[in-house]
């Protein structure tokens, strides 16, 4: 008689527990959701400031989630990459957004979410690390102790974090596909704007000359 | 009522003064984890505390329908419950501090202090007191971290909670897994020191003893009784 007893009582707390955690789980749920989709738009226009419409691209052998971003006017200012990849805590997702360019350049990248350990990899998140990737074109993207073309400083006590983004993103941008695609873009993108381009050839020639040279 | 003050003040001290992580050096899990910033420490200190709390007062109501054959399963159901509460909550309210602890809100479960509370006060006592115990203890628990965390940060990052960087130079080891035993270290250590400084300095009132309790001027408030 007594096991009866104590099965009842052990279900009884059990249920009470599963009821009152539903609860919060349905009171809860919808803001986290929330939180995260309105954090993942914030990113992604802090990523490609005119950005203001964002369309998916369906890529045959890409496993990341590559969006097209256009500005307010419809020109297409960029490419938005969504990437997971394996941390040293678990998994870590990134946004980086690309330019259309002939060497596509970083615009800016950001980490979504990650399970590195605080105070250490968790500094990925901190612009001190992610600001070097700003205009880095795939070939300098290795960390400085790796190669002798690498421009990103690793961070302190967190080589391995630092070391996955950075040959992500590297792998990334070297993408044959994706590469294709920025390519067959240019090409519209040149043919639809040559026609206009040859009234300003003049006039586009300086900036042009002054911009390089400051990247210099 | 002055009786239940006392107690109540007595138990509250209890909780520094038989410290969890620096006296009974248990609960250490989160201590290494999550002192790395002052912040986080913070933050798991007041998890850790409210589950600790809410545990505590619900174990005290419901102790005397619990059979003692499975009062621990039942402790870990509870104990869990507040917890995920917990977990949910910061994730939805405060979604960066929820983010920097990670996986250790969840572990907040197999914090054995309060497995360890639930058992030892809580299942023994009325409500009242297992609050004011797990207040304690909980304050003790949150003390403990934030000075580990305080610490590290400064020697380790070289700044305090979010301010700017106070030293140049930091000693990286102090934020690495190392740097937290070094500290947890020094700080028993230092614990055990003042404990003993404590009590070579009380006076020792055996010595000279009255030679019967009746003729003594102190016996109304005096705790030790003498048998002839």
């Known amino acids: 008689m007594k096991i009866f007893k104590l099965v009842l009582t052990l279900s009884v707390v059990c249920l009470i527990s599963g009821l009152s955690l539903s609860y919060f789980y349905t009171r809860t749920k919808p803001v986290i959701i929330r939180n995260n989709s309105d954090r993942e738009i914030k990113l992604k226009q802090e990523i490609i400031k005119d950005a203001i419409e964002f369309k998916k691209i369906d890529f045959v052998s890409l496993n990341y989630y590559v969006e097209e971003s256009k500005n307010a006017s419809g020109d297409v200012v960029g490419l938005l990459i969504k990437n997971r990849i394996k941390g040293y805590g678990g998994d870590l997702e990134y946004l980086v957004g690309i330019t259309l360019d002939q060497e596509p350049k970083i615009i800016n990248i950001k980490i979504l979410s990650h399970r590195e350990t605080p105070g250490l990899g968790a500094k990925v998140t901190t612009s001190d690390f992610l600001s070097q990737f700003v205009s880095r074109i795939a070939t300098e993207l290795y960390l400085k102790k790796d190669s002798k073309e690498g421009k990103i400083d690793s961070i302190t006590g967190a080589t391995i974090t630092s070391r996955a983004i950075t040959n992500s993103v590297r792998e990334v941008m070297q993408n044959k596909e994706l590469y294709d695609y920025i390519k067959s873009v240019q090409k519209k993108f040149e043919s639809a704007v040559s026609v206009v381009e040859e009234k300003k050839v003049i006039k586009k020639v300086v900036p042009e000359n002054t911009s390089d040279n400051i990247s210099q | 009522m002055k009786n239940i003050i006392n107690k109540s003040i007595e138990t509250f001290l209890a909780g520094l003064k038989e410290n969890p992580v620096l006296v009974m050096l248990i609960g250490l899990c989160p201590v290494l984890a999550c002192s790395t910033t002052a912040n986080d420490a913070l933050g798991m200190g007041i998890a850790a505390t409210f589950v600790l709390v809410c545990s505590n007062i619900l174990v005290s109501a419901i102790r005397k329908i619990i059979p003692s054959e499975i009062r621990i399963p039942i402790f870990i159901v509870i104990i869990a419950t507040f917890t995920t509460i917990v977990d949910y909550t910061m994730k939805a309210y405060l979604p960066k501090l929820s983010e920097s602890l990670g996986v250790f809100v969840p572990l907040i479960v197999v914090n054995c202090i309060i497995l360890a509370r639930a058992e030892s006060f809580a299942y023994r006592n009325n409500i009242f007191l297992s609050f004011i ?96």
Do not use: H, W
Request: aromatic share 8%; proline share 5%.
């Open chain 2, 133 to 228: 115990d797990g207040l304690g203890m909980g304050f003790g628990f949150t003390i403990a971290i934030v000075c580990v965390a305080l610490v590290r940060q400064f020697l380790g990052a070289g700044n305090i909670f979010n301010s700017a960087k106070l030293i140049s130079n930091p000693i990286l080891i102090m934020i690495l897994p190392p740097g937290a035993f070094l500290v947890l270290g020094c700080l028993v250590a230092l614990v055990k020191y003042i404990e003993n400084k404590v009590k070579q300095n009380q006076p020792k009132v055996i010595s000279n003893l009255p030679s019967s309790c009746e003729s003594c001027a102190k016996k109304s408030f005096c705790v030790i009784k003498i048998e002839n």
